[in-house]
């Protein structure tokens, strides 16, 4: 059973920071691409970034490029989005997402994921 866990969600002011953490289990973690969303109340879920299966090498929204880190530790089946000079219109429900490949290819739409996390808060204030 593919299980996630995710934290550090929470209220912060804007040009602050938050760092969400996604531990997943239930498969080779190695052997997957993590993406990070969000969806903000009456709009489309929208990809934040992703980061490759092996190399870690990552992929960001020109909304976040700058701002937002992501990183994992494959040793602890962990994925972690470092959010830094935080917005008001960065509030949203923030998702962890996986998908199975060996290669290191990433994926930037929602349909191209296979798990979902539940998801975490993530509220700035003005």
């Known amino acids: 059973e593919v299980q996630f866990v995710e934290s550090g969600g929470g209220l912060v002011q804007t040009g602050g920071s938050l760092r969400l953490s996604c531990v997943v289990s239930?498969?080779?973690?190695?052997?997957?691409?993590i993406g990070w969303f969000r969806q903000a109340p009456g709009k489309e879920r929208e990809e934040v970034g992703c980061i490759t299966s092996s190399d870690g090498r990552g992929y960001y929204a020109d909304s976040v490029k700058g701002r937002f880190t992501i990183s994992r530790d494959n040793a602890k089946n962990t994925v972690n989005l470092q959010m830094n000079m935080l917005k008001p219109e960065d509030t949203a429900v923030y998702y962890c997402a996986a998908q199975y490949s060996i290669i290191d290819k990433i994926f930037v739409s929602k349909n191209e994921y296979a798990y979902w996390g539940p998801g975490t808060q993530v509220t700035v204030s003005s």
């Open positions: 239930g498969f080779n973690f190695d052997d997957y691409v």
